[in-house]
């Protein structure tokens, strides 16, 4: 929701001393009904892309901007095929927040891409990804994954309040991930 996003956002600043989002550069659109794929929205939607000329859109997260059937590898290309005209006629990078699949969530990093819920076209379409596993106590495992780079070996932060701005959090770097999760 737009306040949780924003209790999130203000955590954050607090702690990097950015006492107001208008100072951030940051716009925010929550609309839910948005659907990519819609033809009737992607006109309001462009209107709003033409007035603030986004560097990057986060799309938080992807099932909920479009009525594709995720397993339908014919629908989830009208989607992707829709977010490349967008990033063609904006020059603007996006984002999307997407799930991992239950059942290959808890399996070792590999082949991360497989991991994720629905089409492989969704996999195909991606040029980059961050794939998160919980590791407990705030801990998250990162497997950033460049299709067109030299890989960069997993690593491992921690979300921790922030103890100097009591009202904020941080993320620690805790190292290269050392230990691979056993099935």
């Known amino acids: 929701?737009?306040?949780?996003?924003?209790?999130?956002?203000?955590?954050?600043?607090?702690?990097?001393?950015?006492?107001?989002?208008?100072?951030?550069?940051?716009?925010?659109?929550?609309?839910?009904?948005?659907?990519?794929?819609?033809?009737?929205?992607?006109?309001?939607?462009?209107?709003?892309?033409?007035?603030?000329?986004?560097?990057?859109?986060?799309?938080?997260?992807?099932?909920?901007?479009?009525?594709?059937?995720?397993?339908?590898?014919?629908?989830?290309?009208?989607?992707?095929?829709?977010?490349?005209?967008i990033m063609e006629a904006y020059g603007t990078t996006i984002v999307l927040i997407h799930h991992l699949n239950k059942e290959f969530s808890q399996m070792s990093p590999g082949d991360d891409l497989l991991a994720l819920r629905g089409s492989s076209v969704i996999a195909g379409w991606v040029d980059s990804a961050l794939i998160f596993?919980?590791?407990?106590?705030?801990?998250r495992n990162v497997n950033l994954i460049l299709k067109h780079q030299t890989p960069i070996e997993s690593f491992v932060f921690e979300i921790k309040d922030d103890e100097v701005n009591l009202n904020g959090i941080k993320l620690e770097w805790l190292g290269k991930a050392r230990v691979v999760r056993e099935e």
């Open 1 to 85: 929701s737009a306040q949780l996003v924003g209790y999130r956002l203000n955590k954050l600043f607090i702690s990097h001393q950015i006492e107001d989002i208008a100072d951030s550069g940051l716009n925010f659109v929550f609309h839910k009904q948005l659907k990519l794929d819609d033809p009737k929205w992607i006109d309001p939607f462009k209107l709003v892309l033409d007035t603030v000329r986004p560097d990057v859109i986060f799309v938080d997260t992807f099932r909920r901007y479009h009525s594709a059937e995720e397993n339908a590898s014919e629908e989830m290309n009208v989607v992707c095929e829709a977010l490349d005209s």
């Open 133 to 139: 596993r919980k590791e407990g106590g705030g801990k």
